[in-house]
């Protein structure tokens, strides 16, 4: 599992450097406007080099070890979301068509993975399933919400896959752990404030798609493994869905580009992108620990704690906006 990970961590590196070559020659920027948080044209579509890695390795990954119908479906659907999100990326694209091609990839994986069964019958499998595709659709597009400042993504999908091994070693396996932090490692290098390259939407989400795949995996294995798939993403869970709220409390089109979540106004309100990372990071090692513990049988007071950990963590974000206002 080291080589994997050092080996797919090499090739990002490599293959991201490459991207940036030929998007910097295409004139492929990203400029600045009213809702960037960053002040320089910067090449954008980074996720030509993690997608199509992430998808190698994954389906070689399956190849040998014998994937299964739902994990074959998973990695077109992963395929799909990447094309339709760098034609985005490129001509952005209404909000229906990206939408649909994310409904598909979600139903079409769902409807060939096995049943759950994550509520001991309780709940018809139809209804769970329905509930957890709605969950996983949500996740993909939260992921690209929160894509905004240098290395977010890349220190989030880092977190949930270390998360994912520690605290639910075994349910997940380890190679695809590997090649997924090998890969966003490798981005990070060239991502890490200040940023020479974005992911943009061909990265961020079919990204996304990836880790709720895995966060479902580990959930569907381990008796208590719904709780850790809460906790270790719950930051970027409680950032995006109150910003939305939020937003749709006051009547704001929630389906439009915005600077209003909640580590956007600490950038606003004078942190550094490495600094809002360096604490996202923070508050996700302590998520780690918690998701441990919802793994060793105590899952409501671990998912307690991360909410508290969360909530904590937005409060300083904005209460650092709150400051700037108040100057």
Not at 30 to 58: E, I, Q
Not at 83 to 98: G, Q, V, Y
Not at 147 to 158: F, H, Q, R, S
Not at 253 to 271: C, D, L, M, N, V
Request: positive net charge; glycine residues 12%.
């Amino acid at each position: 599992m080291s080589l994997l990970f050092l080996g797919f961590f090499a090739a990002a590196i490599f293959a991201t450097g490459l991207v940036l070559l030929w998007l910097r020659k295409r004139r492929i920027l990203d400029l600045p406007n009213a809702r960037s948080s960053h002040a320089v044209p910067t090449p954008r579509g980074g996720g030509l080099a993690v997608t199509p890695l992430v998808l190698l390795g994954f389906g070689g990954w399956f190849a040998v070890h014998g994937g299964a119908p739902g994990d074959w479906a998973m990695l077109f659907g992963a395929a799909l979301l990447g094309a339709i999100s760098w034609i985005d990326d490129r001509h952005t694209l209404p909000a229906w068509p990206r939408f649909a091609a994310q409904i598909v990839a979600v139903a079409l994986a769902m409807a060939l993975m096995p049943r759950f069964d994550l509520t001991g019958g309780a709940v018809p499998p139809g209804v769970e399933k329905l509930v957890l595709g709605l969950a996983w659709l949500w996740f993909v597009n939260l992921t690209n919400f929160m894509d905004g400042i240098d290395g977010i993504t890349g220190v989030e999908a880092l977190s949930i896959a270390v998360g994912l091994l520690f605290a639910l070693p075994g349910a997940v396996p380890g190679g695809l752990l590997a090649i997924v932090a090998g890969c966003v490692l490798g981005f990070l290098v060239w991502n890490w404030h200040p940023a020479k390259i974005f992911m943009g939407d061909v990265g961020s989400v079919p990204l996304g798609y990836v880790l709720g795949y895995l966060l479902l995996g580990g959930a569907a294995k381990h008796p208590d493994g719904w709780a850790v798939a809460l906790i270790l993403p719950a930051l970027y869970w409680a950032d995006a869905s109150l910003t939305l709220a939020r937003r749709a409390l006051a009547g704001e089109p929630i389906w439009r580009a915005h600077r209003e979540h909640f580590y956007q106004k600490a950038t606003q309100g004078g942190w550094s992108h490495a600094q809002v990372c360096l604490l996202i990071l923070v508050a996700n090692l302590c998520l780690i620990g918690m998701a441990r513990v919802a793994a060793a049988g105590h899952p409501w007071q671990a998912l307690t704690a991360a909410a508290a950990v969360s909530a904590l963590v937005l409060i300083l974000f904005q209460a650092k906006f709150a400051h700037r206002d108040k100057d």
